[in-house]
């Protein structure tokens, strides 16, 4: 026995591939707002006004970073023009995926020798660290520095 597509069943599976088409979409369009802010700074019209004068008061110093995260350690090293290791007055970091601010953290950093390490439970792949120090004199360092886990594209 053979069955008979009509007119009506081509409307039906029509509407339903269009209706699963645009749920999936606004799911995904969802999922996307939710989940990345897309802000970096409260007011950027206020922050580009105090940009070039931070960038060189940020160069001044001299300072490199640089971070890593191995065997569930993140760790932190700042050194200044010669090499040696920089302790700031006041340092903040907060480690997050470059686009789900759901996975960020702000951990508890500890000195080790010249550097600074925390304990971290990272997924796979790439991160960002955002540093925020305050040097001796009271000059703000803000960098984002960029690491991976367990073998990304380094």
């Known amino acids: 026995m053979t069955r008979q597509i009509t007119g009506r069943t081509v ?79 006041d340092l903040k970091v907060r480690i997050g995926r470059p686009t789900i601010a759901k996975d960020d953290q702000e951990p508890e950093l500890y000195v080790v020798g010249d550097r600074y390490v925390a304990d971290t439970d990272l997924y796979d792949g790439k991160w960002y660290a955002y540093v925020e120090a305050l040097s001796r004199d009271d000059v703000a360092l803000i960098q984002r520095l960029e690491f991976y886990v367990n073998g990304g594209n380094e």
């Open 11 to 89: 409307f039906t599976i029509t509407v339903s591939a269009f209706a699963v088409i645009v749920g999936v979409n606004f799911y995904m369009a969802y999922s996307a707002v939710s989940t990345f802010p897309g802000l970096e700074v409260k007011n950027s019209y206020v922050a580009s006004q105090q940009f070039n004068d931070q960038a060189k008061a940020q160069q001044a110093l001299g300072w490199t970073l640089h971070a890593a995260n191995t065997n569930g350690k993140f760790e932190l090293t700042i050194r200044d023009v010669d090499g040696n290791p920089v302790y700031p007055k």
